[in-house]
T-cell receptor, first 115, second 111 residues
């Protein structure tokens, strides 16, 4: 079956630090990969996605590259801000559209940015 | 667009009572998903619909849980009878096949 493993949190960084949140996956077929972000008391928001190997998703300074050879989709940002504090979820779908069979989520990584 | 709308935002109920959670998807989206989020188990897919038809309900934990989608603009998730271990945040999401839009969730507390 499908599964997503991401680094445990919380991850605490100082403002302007470099961020990496690791994500690896197991899936049948060729999954699409996603990062979602959840702010306190809110639902999940799509941060970025990639639908095929070597694609790079990017949004709001965050990036992640679909690495089929290492089955990874690590999230990076060059300089984090206090407003980036949230819970980040890596997820996959085994249909390219992402909406056909439900997402499989990782456990989430709580990111805390200190001023 | 108002996004995916869930109601109520918070629900506190006593064990044994029936609970109904509601969801209005984004107009035109043909997929609707119900998820449950807990600290222990993370985000779990409960059930999803395509064009109002249930496609996969293998994530529904027990027969106490049921979901319906009588039309394209409304879905319900019902728990009867409710138990304390059902306490969680329940999310609804809709999709047109290129990504999901989530509602703000219903925080359910069963005492």
């Amino acid at each position: 079956g499908n599964s997503v493993t991401q680094m445990e949190g919380p991850v605490t960084l100082s403002e302007e630090a470099f961020l990496t949140i690791n994500c690896t996956y197991t899936a049948t077929g060729y999954p699409s990969l996603f990062w979602y972000v959840q702010y306190p008391g809110e639902g999940l928001q799509l941060l970025l996605k990639a639908t095929k190997a070597d694609d790079k998703g990017s949004n709001k300074g965050f990036e992640a590259t679909y690495r089929k050879e290492t089955t990874s989709f690590h999230l990076e940002k060059g300089s984090v801000q206090v407003s980036d504090s949230a819970v980040y979820f890596c997820a996959l779908s085994t249909h390219s559209g992402g909406g056909a069979d439900g997402l499989t989520f990782g456990k989430g990584t709580h990111l805390i940015i200190q001023p | 667009d108002a996004g995916v709308i869930q109601s109520p935002r918070h629900e506190v109920t006593e064990m044994g009572q029936e609970v109904t959670l509601r969801c209005k998807p984004i107009s035109g989206h043909d997929y609707l998903f119900w998820y449950r989020q807990t600290m222990m188990r993370g985000l779990e897919l409960l059930i999803y619909f395509n064009n109002n038809v249930p496609i996969d309900d293998s994530g529904m934990p027990e027969d106490r849980f049921s979901a319906k989608m009588p039309n394209a603009s409304f879905s319900t998730l019902k728990i009867q009878p409710s138990e304390p271990r059902d306490s969680a945040v329940y999310f609804c999401a809709s999709s047109l096949g290129v990504g999901y839009t989530f509602g703000s969730g219903t925080r359910l507390t069963v005492v």
